[in-house]
């Protein structure tokens, strides 16, 4: 009889091809599989609550696997790493109910994107922030974000290749947060779009800069077309940071911290 298997992970995006499996391999997902199958001696493939592309990293992706090899929870967690590269960590192990799914059994999934502003470009935090050289005003860009909370048709901030049918989305909070040079943008919403955060954050500079007002946002949103925002953000300063789960699934919670970055902030 198979056991299902939940797994907390956390990579560096820019050392992989994206989430999802590719013919050529280089993937988070092709690594993570080929580890797993060579404890469980057996094929295994996971299902993530998230996939994220080339570039973007993952504080806490969670997935789930079914398998019927009977391994203690430290091969799951210790095991595994021992044959991942080191771009990549299983954090937690846990043996879950069968009806868990990673994906459809989130409630809400949080990303942050981390954004030097200042003049001159990043060298160390190049793989791990998105920079923009304008200086940019905090409180237009919260005064925008606010205009996009709720329950709303997002086609104007998904990507051309977004294949999700629906683009009615939940967006339940927008932080924005500076600190020195570095602005944090968090936001947690129930499910999202192919470059939604960062199609958001792109829009939200455009406010902080001038470019537009902060109602130009809204107006941005109502259209439901993508011409009209700004050009999507780069990858590198996006992270998933958490997961949220119905506490009946007993999966470990997030807490959201500051991203480190090998830069002085």
């Given at each position: 009889?198979?056991?299902?298997?939940?797994?907390?992970?956390?990579?560096?995006?820019?050392?992989?091809?994206?989430?999802?499996?590719?013919?050529?391999?280089?993937?988070?997902?092709?690594?993570?599989?080929?580890?797993?199958?060579?404890?469980?001696?057996?094929?295994?493939?996971?299902?993530?609550?998230?996939?994220?592309?080339?570039?973007?990293?993952?504080?806490?992706?969670v997935v789930h696997f079914d398998t019927s090899?009977?391994?203690?929870?430290?091969?799951?967690?210790?095991?595994?790493?021992?044959?991942?590269?080191?771009?990549?960590?299983?954090?937690?192990?846990?043996?879950?109910?069968?009806?868990?799914?990673?994906?459809?059994?989130?409630?809400?999934?949080?990303?942050?994107?981390?954004?030097?502003?200042?003049?001159?470009?990043?060298?160390?935090?190049?793989?791990?922030?998105?920079?923009?050289?304008?200086?940019?005003?905090?409180?237009?860009?919260?005064?925008?974000?606010?205009?996009?909370?709720?329950?709303?048709?997002?086609?104007?901030?998904?990507?051309?290749?977004?294949?999700?049918?629906?683009?009615?989305?939940?967006?339940?909070?927008?932080?924005?947060?500076?600190?020195?040079?570095?602005?944090?943008?968090?936001?947690?919403?129930?499910?999202?779009?192919?470059?939604?955060?960062?199609?958001?954050?792109?829009?939200?500079?455009?406010?902080?800069?001038?470019?537009?007002?902060?109602?130009?946002?809204?107006?941005?949103?109502?259209?439901?077309?993508?011409?009209?925002?700004?050009?999507?953000?780069?990858?590198?300063?996006?992270?998933?940071?958490?997961?949220?789960?119905?506490?009946?699934?007993?999966?470990?919670?997030?807490?959201?911290?500051?991203?480190?970055?090998?830069?002085?902030?």
């Amino acid at each position: 009889m198979a056991t299902r298997i939940a797994l907390g992970i956390e990579y560096d995006g820019s050392r992989f091809l994206g989430w999802q499996t590719q013919s050529g391999g280089g993937t988070v997902q092709d690594a993570l599989e080929a580890a797993l199958s060579g404890i469980a001696n057996e094929a295994v493939a996971v299902t993530c609550a998230g996939r994220t592309d080339r570039g973007v990293h993952a504080r806490a992706q969670v997935v789930h696997f079914d398998t019927s090899a009977q391994r203690p929870d430290s091969a799951w967690l210790r095991g595994v790493n021992a044959l991942l590269p080191e771009a990549v960590a299983v954090l937690w192990s846990r043996r879950v109910a069968p009806d868990f799914h990673a994906r459809y059994s989130a409630v809400s999934r949080s990303y942050r994107y981390v954004l030097l502003n200042r003049p001159v470009r990043p060298a160390l935090a190049a793989r791990y922030a998105g920079w923009h050289h304008a200086p940019l005003e905090v409180a237009a860009m919260r005064e925008a974000a606010a205009q996009l909370l709720g329950e709303h048709d997002f086609s104007a901030f998904r990507s051309a290749e977004c294949q999700a049918k629906n683009p009615v989305r939940t967006l339940h909070a927008i932080d924005i947060e500076r600190a020195g040079e570095r602005i944090d943008f968090t936001l947690r919403a129930n499910a999202w779009l192919q470059h939604m955060v960062r199609n958001i954050v792109g829009t939200l500079a455009y406010v902080g800069i001038g470019k537009h007002p902060p109602r130009w946002a809204k107006t941005v949103l109502e259209s439901r077309d993508r011409s009209l925002a700004a050009p999507t953000f780069g990858p590198e300063g996006l992270y998933l940071e958490a997961v949220e789960y119905d506490l009946r699934w007993n999966i470990p919670t997030t807490e959201i911290q500051k991203a480190a970055l090998p830069v002085e902030s």
